[in-house]
């Protein structure tokens, strides 16, 4: 496939529509925040990708990276944009090596629990059953775990799911529960509701979590909220006494901390444990792994 530069690295292609090397110099500024280490990266010019980038813009109509700041920043549009083009270069990657797609590893995303109590099983019954496919479990701190960017195959997630290209099962439903300073009055509590909590900070992770304060009732919201990029940031603020937090009841068991107590939440409602993919043709093992995940939930279940 021509790559419509050339010698110097120069965009030969005006007018010729977008090619999956303009989507690659898209999300190499977007990962690098800078059009001279993406240049780098690429192995091309800095004039190089500024014209593709430009042209990508142009041929979308809008406009994809913020310049004028002194840091490089994607606008709203480009935010949106990047996950749909890496999916689309890992999509394109994939047609162009369907031998290599059969034998590489199943990637499994999952942002901070993976399959709660069911993932040893599922790694184990993986293991057994299909060793010349390696499952390898990522945990990726993003709302998709990574699927909507094309950095995984699959994703355990909880909570709703909006983004656009996923098609979702629910597996089983968790539990809620509480998280509170293990030196703090709440820890004595046998049960906690989420009034409880309420009345002081309650710490939001807002990159992969699934609380919000809609949680609450209106008019009976914390507070006050802290925001957090992560788990192990929400895990460190809540050790220190900076606020509360609420979770799935499988992070108590795959995130257990010594400045920190869980309790069982009374009046909060379950939480979905869903098996995410992309809508599109993918890894040829995900069926496989959709039936095994079944059968593991099934066997405790009794369903």
Known sequence: MSTGQGADGADRSAGR??????????????DESSVTRAAARLRLTQPAVSRTLAALERHLGIRLVDRSTHHLALTPEGVAFRDKAAAAVAAFDAAL???????????????WSAFGRYTTPLLRGWQERYPQTPLELR????????????????????????TPGLVTEVLYVEERVAAVAADGPLAGRATLRLADLATGTVVLNTVSGTTTPDLWPP????AATLTVANTDDWLTAIAAGRGTGVSAASTATMHPHAGVTYRPLTDAPTVPVLLARRDAPGHPALADLASLAREIVGRDTGR
């Open 17 to 30: 529509g977008v090619e999956v090397r303009h989507l690659r110099a898209f999300l190499a500024v977007a």
């Open 139 to 162: 945990r990726i701190d993003d709302r998709t775990a990574g699927l909507a960017r094309g950095e995984v195959d699959a994703a355990l997630l909880r909570g709703p799911v909006e």
């Open 219 to 222: 008019g009976a919201r914390p």
């Open 97 to 111: 090596d369907p031998e290599g797609l059969r034998g590489r590893p199943l990637r499994l995303g999952h942002a």
